[in-house]
């Protein structure tokens, strides 16, 4: 089995878990569910987690019928290529405006062990939001290591090493439309297989 990297992302992809079409339709549901979800007279704030969701939320503001601001937050829990969670969950940008007295939906890409998620609850909660609820595209539980409360799931999606539409490895694969699973053989070095 060769490990040879081409740059064609597609030719690294084991295997479609979840293909552009699913992920869109998926999407469009949950702009319409949250929407349903607030009447308030503010607009929706959302926080998007940097940089894996990324592409989710540019879909999924634009599938949410009433307004919303969007506000940016950059954190890193897996320093440098790892694949598991550090645990320490380090704010590389921090929110531009002001959430206290608004309704927050907090939009990630994937939520793993839990520990970033539980980490900016705490965090934004801290800011006095008049709500906080969470939305993610994709939800492993076999990993979770921590309790939490999700509001919106995209997909439950199984233990597998998924990239694309915003989800890296070492940074590349994001651009994605779809989420596959990557090849074993090249990410077994950062798992230290040989
Ligand atoms: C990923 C993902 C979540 C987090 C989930 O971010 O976007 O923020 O890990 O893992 P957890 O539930 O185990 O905490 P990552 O640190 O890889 O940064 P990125 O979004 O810039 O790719």
Known sequence: MSSIRSNNPHNDIEEV????????ARV???????????????????VSVLKGSLIFVADLMR??????????????????????SSGTVRILKDLSGTIEGRDVVIV?????????LNY??????????RSIRIVTLLN???????DLKVD??????????VVGYG?????????????GVLKRELYASALGES
């Not at 878990?17 to 869109?24: E, H, S, T, V, W």
């Not at 349903?36 to 929706?44: I, K, N, R, V």
Request: aromatic fraction near 10%; avoid cysteine; glycine fraction near 10%.
């Open 108 to 116: 990630e890409d994937i939520i793993d062990t839990g520990l970033t």
């Open 140 to 146: 492993k539980p076999a990993r979770r290591l921590v």
């Open 28 to 46: 469009r549901d949950l702009g319409a569910e949250i929407a349903s979800a607030y009447g308030g007279e503010e607009p929706l704030v959302l």
């Open 17 to 24: 878990l979840i293909d552009d079409a699913a992920i869109q």
């Open 63 to 84: 599938a949410i019928p009433i307004n919303v601001v969007i506000d940016l937050m950059e954190v890193s829990s897996y320093g440098g290529g790892n694949t598991e």
């Open 152 to 161: 919106w799931i995209g997909f439950e999606i199984p233990d597998k090493f």
């Open 120 to 129: 900016l609850m705490g965090y934004l909660s801290g800011k006095s939001p």
């Open 167 to 179: 989800l890296d490895f070492r940074e590349t694969y994001r651009n994605l439309r779809y989420v």
